[in-house]
């Protein structure tokens, strides 16, 4: 007698083993079947991509900056040979300046502190070089006594031969100049006046057919007195001797003049 069948009570099991009690009446209409989320499904973190890494290009700036520094390494060292061969060859030096004369023509002050004046002067330049030829503009002179300056004038520009010395002259004046109180009282009270007198140029080096870049050049006189004559402000004075000036180079870096 054969063992009769029991019908199956357990519920459908899907692709997982998982059992659902309603998985008949689910695939009976058709509908997929749900399934709550497992452990992995809850605890998976969001996949972001990552956008691409640039490019580093730390390494062919490096290699630039290396070379740029090497380039500027070999045009100084260039130069100072340049510079080197020159000096051997032409042996350059300054130029010198001296006040041969001055006259006190005039020195007037008004009650109002106007100041009038005039003196005539004579400048020796010489250029000691003798393959080098100097070329200078125009000179600007100003003159000064205890700090007030008392007149001011030019030299027109002029070319100096090698080994060759020119002598300059010119008038140094002042009409009608506005003085501060203190100033002109101490002037008045003066006999004799300490005199600077300073000159403003540029002037250039001409070597054959080449002409030079021009730079500054100031000289500075000292030393130099003038005196008038006791009763008279409009008597003539002069000095004594010559004055040697100091000559200083002045070059332009930007905005600044060493």
């Given at each position: 007698?054969?063992?009769?069948?029991?019908?199956?009570?357990?519920?459908?099991?899907d692709?997982?083993?998982?059992?659902?009690?309603?998985?008949?009446?689910?695939?009976?209409?058709?509908?997929?079947?749900?399934?709550?989320?497992?452990?992995?499904?809850?605890?998976?973190?969001?996949?972001?991509?990552?956008?691409?890494?640039?490019?580093?290009?730390?390494?062919?700036?490096?290699?630039?900056?290396?070379?740029?520094?090497?380039?500027?390494?070999?045009?100084?060292?260039?130069?100072?040979?340049?510079?080197g061969?020159?000096?051997?060859?032409?042996?350059?030096?300054?130029?010198?300046?001296?006040?041969?004369?001055l006259?006190?023509v005039?020195l007037?002050?008004?009650?109002?502190?106007?100041?009038?004046?005039?003196?005539?002067?004579?400048?020796?330049?010489?250029?000691?070089?003798?393959?080098?030829?100097?070329?200078?503009?125009?000179?600007?002179?100003?003159?000064?006594?205890?700090?007030?300056?008392?007149?001011?004038?030019?030299?027109?520009?002029?070319?100096?031969?090698?080994?060759?010395?020119?002598?300059l002259?010119?008038?140094?004046?002042?009409?009608?100049?506005?003085?501060?109180?203190?100033?002109a009282?101490?002037?008045?009270?003066?006999?004799?006046?300490?005199?600077?007198?300073?000159?403003?140029?540029?002037?250039?080096?001409?070597?054959?057919?080449?002409?030079?870049?021009?730079?500054?050049?100031?000289?500075?006189?000292?030393?130099?007195?003038?005196?008038?004559?006791?009763?008279?402000?409009?008597?003539?004075?002069?000095?004594?001797?010559?004055?040697?000036?100091?000559?200083?180079?002045?070059?332009?870096?930007?905005?600044?003049?060493?």
């Amino acid at each position: 007698m054969e063992a009769s069948r029991q019908p199956n009570t357990n519920p459908p099991r899907d692709a997982n083993g998982n059992g659902t009690a309603n998985g008949g009446a689910a695939t009976a209409n058709g509908a997929r079947p749900t399934f709550p989320p497992t452990k992995a499904q809850q605890y998976r973190l969001p996949y972001h991509p990552q956008p691409p890494r640039p490019r580093r290009r730390r390494g062919c700036c490096c290699v630039c900056c290396l070379w740029l520094t090497l380039f500027l390494i070999a045009l100084v060292f260039l130069a100072a040979i340049a510079a080197g061969v020159v000096y051997v060859l032409y042996r350059p030096q300054r130029p010198t300046f001296s006040v041969s004369s001055l006259r006190l023509v005039a020195l007037n002050l008004s009650a109002a502190d106007l100041l009038t004046s005039r003196l005539d002067l004579s400048v020796t330049a010489r250029n000691p070089n003798r393959k080098l030829v100097f070329v200078y503009d125009d000179v600007a002179i100003s003159a000064s006594s205890g700090g007030v300056t008392i007149g001011e004038g030019t030299i027109p520009g002029f070319a100096q031969g090698t080994d060759n010395t020119t002598v300059l002259k010119t008038t140094v004046s002042s009409s009608g100049r506005s003085l501060d109180p203190t100033e002109a009282s101490d002037l008045r009270k003066r006999k004799r006046y300490p005199l600077e007198i300073e000159f403003d140029t540029k002037a250039g080096v001409k070597i054959g057919g080449f002409k030079s870049k021009r730079l500054g050049i100031r000289a500075s006189c000292d030393g130099i007195e003038a005196m008038v004559a006791k009763g008279n402000a409009t008597a003539a004075a002069t000095t004594t001797g010559s004055a040697k000036c100091k000559v200083k180079l002045r070059i332009k870096i930007w905005n600044w003049t060493i």
